[in-house]
């Protein structure tokens, strides 16, 4: 009930604000199960999806928005619940398998799901590697996965940003893509890897994105350390232009989901 009190609520403000756009709707179909996977550039995406969306929408986000302490982790752990979203452990292991397994329960329920393949946003804009748990959803699931790209929401409030400027955003929605002919291969990591980097080369089209093969948080962790170890002067100026201390583009670090 709170999902479409709060959609009801937010919907005629972001509308005004900042009049999304939105190409190839039709593609989002109006029953069954589907996997809906976008590009993470901003805190902001999981608000403009929905409003493009009349079918209830299910997220998995990350565990620390549902476990904060005090009086505002109280109201987080409200807001995200009531908005559809599901807590994940990130961490890896037994988690990781917790947190497919509760993707696919809300598949196998007939519904939903939103994810994020690249695990985290964006430090600086770019497309990174997605992780194999969307495609192993997929096909444990029987579930199609539809590409969704979002654009501009990265100007508006890029990672570390509070308050997001006024500018028109969009989403661009691909054709549902199937890989039903891998049902019995959902253990196949060079399977589960080419189903990923098929998703992530949809997305790549549909935003105009440069695509890194590194992970994102591979990526946030050296521009940290490239941060860190620039003078205080010129580290303010590199977190306020993330391309000055952007990560190289090639990574062999290895994550599951």
Do not use: C
């Not at 029953?31 to 901003?42: E, F, K, Q, R, Y």
């Not at 620390?64 to 807001?79: A, E, L, P, S």
């Not at 497919?100 to 809300?106: E, T």
């Not at 979002?150 to 940003?161: A, Y």
């Amino acid at each position: 009930m709170f999902y479409w009190v709060l959609k009801a609520v937010l919907t005629p403000m972001l509308r005004v604000v900042w009049r999304p756009w939105v190409e190839g709707a039709e593609h989002i179909p109006l029953d069954g199960p589907a996997i809906l996977a976008g590009n993470h550039l901003s805190f902001l995406d999981s608000f403009f999806l929905p409003l493009v969306i009349p079918r209830r929408v299910t997220f998995l986000a990350k565990s620390d928005y549902f476990t904060q302490g005090g009086v505002k982790g109280w109201f987080k752990r409200v807001f995200f619940s009531g908005a559809g979203q599901i807590p994940i452990d990130r961490s890896g292991g037994k988690a990781s398998e917790g947190a497919l397994g509760s993707g696919v329960r809300v598949l196998r329920q007939g519904r939903l799901l939103g994810i994020y393949p690249e695990g985290t946003r964006s430090p600086d804009g770019r497309l990174y590697r997605g992780k194999i748990g969307v495609a192993r959803m997929a096909l444990e699931a029987g579930a199609p996965v539809i590409p969704i790209a979002m654009i501009g929401t990265f100007e508006v409030q890029p990672p570390g940003k509070i308050v997001p400027k006024i500018r028109r955003i969009g989403m661009r929605v691909g054709k549902p893509l199937d890989f039903s002919r891998y049902a019995d291969m959902a253990d196949d990591r060079v399977v589960l890897r080419s189903i990923t980097d098929q998703i992530m080369y949809e997305l790549m089209a549909l935003s105009g994105q440069e695509y890194v093969d590194m992970y994102a948080k591979r990526a946030k962790e050296d521009l940290a350390a490239a941060r860190a170890s620039l003078p205080s002067g010129a580290a303010a100026g590199a977190a306020a232009d993330p391309a000055q201390t952007r990560p190289p583009a090639s990574d062999d670090h290895v994550e599951a989901v």
